[in-house]
């Protein structure tokens, strides 16, 4: 694979000399790391005394990843980790496809068993033959980031709503299955690591205590919290209001454990169920669970306006992550900044296209699922040759699925 990782470097370097990079602020007091060919972290405690220091690096090495710190240190470069006397941090918080079960999985992600030489379509875990863990090939589309992205903007809700942060906010492509969400803030960097993991407990509903907000048993009725409520307890309750108005009995008979009949009945007083709650109470349920069928109800309402941001990487406050506006080296596109206006209409294959149009390359594809890229759309491919532009070409000999022709 000489060949195509010098092909990638000699592209990447002259993306860098057209692309001046404005990111990450404070680079004179972030650690940065770099990744070669298909692997990400091969070199951490690099420093930068300047944003033109870090771009003439760029394009004289050309590294395939860089990351820099969440943390800013007085001495960025010193060695070990306690050496480099930290200031204070950015929090990031991850939101990857990858992690998101999608139907589009089932069309581009395919696995083989290591064991038995089974194959198939999707993102599974264990051989479907042999019960042993299988080796997944990972691709991603726009419908898969598109449900990372709505992540992105329900973190946006949550912190404008709960917590009024909205300076310093800052959102990018990962340049591969994600985005990233960076806070600045001042107030945010001045969190200490206790507040951190309560504001992630918030954030992912975690630990909470439904009796603590205010759904307290009351005679044969619920108390719950009233409509001026905020944070968890505002969710829950808007949640609930959806759910009598909207959903089908069925639904809330299967949510709750009951059964239809009663549901249907209980539906039918969905008038006082209402003004119940604008009351602040939740109405008795007839076969006398009214508790257990509430909570339930509730529970089912956290669990889907809960985020999942991943407890160990966004708690870790020595991490190193991708640099906004540099080059992914396992796809070749740009993880590129991204505006609150931008975002709704962003696809990362055609807004994060880091190549000139026009030019083209010949590859052998050795296997790749049906992609669109610019204004185009490949394969699938197998085992075929074919002149692609150089976008494509670069993608897909990034993530090591052709080789030149
Ligand atoms: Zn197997
Ligand atoms: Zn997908």
Redesign the pocket.
């Known amino acids: 694979m000489q060949l195509e990782q010098d092909f990638l470097k000699k592209n990447f370097s002259d993306f860098y000399k057209k692309n001046f990079i404005e990111d990450p602020p404070e680079p004179e007091q972030r650690e940065f790391g770099i990744g070669e060919f298909g692997r990400k972290i091969t070199q951490r405690h690099l420093s930068f005394s300047s944003l033109q220091d870090f771009n003439y690096f760029l394009q004289k090495e050309t590294p395939f990843f860089v990351s820099c710190s969440t943390a800013l240190y007085s001495q960025p470069a010193a060695r070990p980790m306690q050496a480099k006397g930290f200031l204070q941090g950015d929090i990031v918080y991850e939101f990857d ?1 990858d992690d998101i079960k ?4 089932q ?3 395919s696995w083989k068993c290591p064991r038995c030489n089974a194959e198939g379509k999707g993102a599974i875990e264990l051989c479907t033959e042999c019960g042993t863990p299988v080796k997944v090939e990972q ?7 598109g ?1 990372a992205k709505k992540q992105i903007f329900e973190l946006k809700e949550f912190l404008e709503n709960d917590f009024a942060f909205t300076e310093g906010i800052s959102i990018n492509f990962s340049g591969s299955a994600g985005f990233h969400f960076h806070l600045r803030g001042k107030g945010i960097r001045q969190l200490k690591q206790a507040a951190r993991i309560e504001l992630l407990d918030f954030l992912t509903g975690a630990n909470l205590d439904l009796g603590a907000i205010g759904f307290v048993e009351n005679g044969k009725s619920l108390d719950c919290p009233k409509p001026s409520a905020l944070g968890w307890a505002q969710k829950i309750m808007s949640g609930l209001r959806d759910l009598v108005e909207n959903a089908p009995s069925d639904k809330i008979a299967a949510i709750a454990g009951v059964r239809d009949s009663n549901a249907k009945k209980f539906l039918e007083k969905k008038q006082r169920i209402l003004e119940g709650i604008e009351k602040g109470m939740l109405f008795p349920f007839p076969t006398k669970k009214t508790r257990e069928f509430w909570l339930a109800l509730a529970k089912f309402v956290v669990e889907k306006k809960k985020l999942d941001i991943d407890r160990q990487t966004s708690m870790d406050l020595n991490k190193i992550i991708r640099v906004p506006g540099t080059i992914h080296g396992g796809t070749g596109f740009i993880a590129k900044k991204i505006s609150w206006e931008e975002l709704k209409k962003f696809n990362a294959f055609t807004d994060a296209l880091a190549f000139p149009q026009g030019k083209t390359v010949r590859v052998l594809i050795d296997k790749a699922p049906k992609f669109n890229l610019g204004s185009e759309s490949f394969g699938p491919f197998q085992n075929s040759e074919a002149e692609l532009p150089l976008n494509a070409v670069v993608f897909l000999v990034a993530k090591q699925a052709a080789k030149l022709a």
């Not at 999608?102 to 999985?105: A, D, G, L, S």
């Not at 691709?139 to 980031?145: Q, T």
Request: charged residues 30%; contains cysteine.
């Open positions: 496809a999608t139907p589009c999985k069309v581009h992600d691709w991603f589309c726009e419908e898969c980031l449900e």
